[in-house]
T-cell receptor, first 116, second 112 residues
Framework: GAVVSQHPSWVICKSGTSVKIECRSL??????MFWYRQFPKQSLMLMAT?????????EQGVEKDKFLINHASLTLSTLTVTSAHPEDSSFYIC????????????FGPGTRLTVT | ELKVEQNPLFLSMQEEKNYTIYCNYS?????LYWYRQDPGKSLESLFV?????AVKQEGRLMASLDTKARLSTLHITAAVHDLSATYFC????????????FGTGTRLKVLA
């Protein structure tokens, strides 16, 4: 149990376009979902925390208008990178907490975004 | 602000040798996590350490936690090539919203 999926697993887009990444908890309801970004050979950096039905909480330095997060249900959160630029190219990983259990985070497989 | 540091950042080791990775964190935390990441992949959970003095072992890896020193160690015994990966520790920040703070990561390369 506790499987988190992401779609797509990789995506290539042109500079200036938008791309949406989905994060789903497949076999549990997720109260909270987290979005991380990881540049090559670096650690995971938390971008935002999203709770179902409410606005996401963004970390300092993360542009809210550029990285749109929607958490429409207890099993789905989406991250939309708007007006993508090459510097947005990165590995994006989501994670989710099982409802009622904050301490365990289950990580998705990640999405590799390349902006050309 | 909670900071989590690991050392070394990079470790190249011979097979069958023993080594330790250190994880220091700057403020108190409820628990500490260790993860493994293979290139191009997401995180694989290794250990969750819940209290001071906690020790957990799985195969050639053993993790321990000293909450007073704010230090966790990941000890590798008789390393094998399959252990080559990047290892991250993480703690929970309870300041404001609960969230994971990841360490800088240790890239481990085991040479055959």
């Amino acid at each position: 149990g506790a499987v988190v999926s992401q779609h797509p697993s990789w995506v290539i887009c042109k500079s200036g376009t938008s791309v949406k990444i989905e994060c789903r908890s497949l076999d549990f309801q997720a109260t909270t979902m987290f979005w991380y970004r990881q540049f090559p050979k670096q650690s995971l950096m938390l971008m935002a925390t999203s709770n179902e039905g409410s606005k996401a909480t963004y970390e300092q330095g993360v542009e809210k208008d550029k990285f749109l997060i929607n958490h429409a249900s207890l099993t789905l959160s989406t991250l939309t990178v708007t007006s993508a630029h090459p510097e947005d190219s990165s590995f994006y990983i989501c994670s989710a907490n099982r409802q009622g259990n904050f301490y365990e985070q289950y990580f998705g497989p990640g999405t590799r975004l390349t902006v050309t | 602000e909670l900071k989590v540091e690991q050392n070394p950042l990079f470790l190249s080791m011979q097979e069958e040798k023993n080594y330790t990775i250190y994880c220091n964190y700057s403020t108190t935390s409820d628990r500490l996590y260790w993860y493994r990441q293979d290139p191009g992949k997401s995180l694989e959970s290794l250990f969750v350490l819940l209290s001071n003095g906690a020790v957990k072992q799985e195969g050639r890896l053993m993790a321990s936690l000293d909450t007073k020193a704010r230090l966790s160690t990941l000890h590798i015994t008789a390393a094998v090539h399959d252990l080559s990966a990047t290892y991250f520790c993480a703690v929970i920040s309870t300041s404001g919203t609960y969230k994971y703070i990841f360490g800088t990561g240790t890239r481990l390369k085991v040479l055959a």
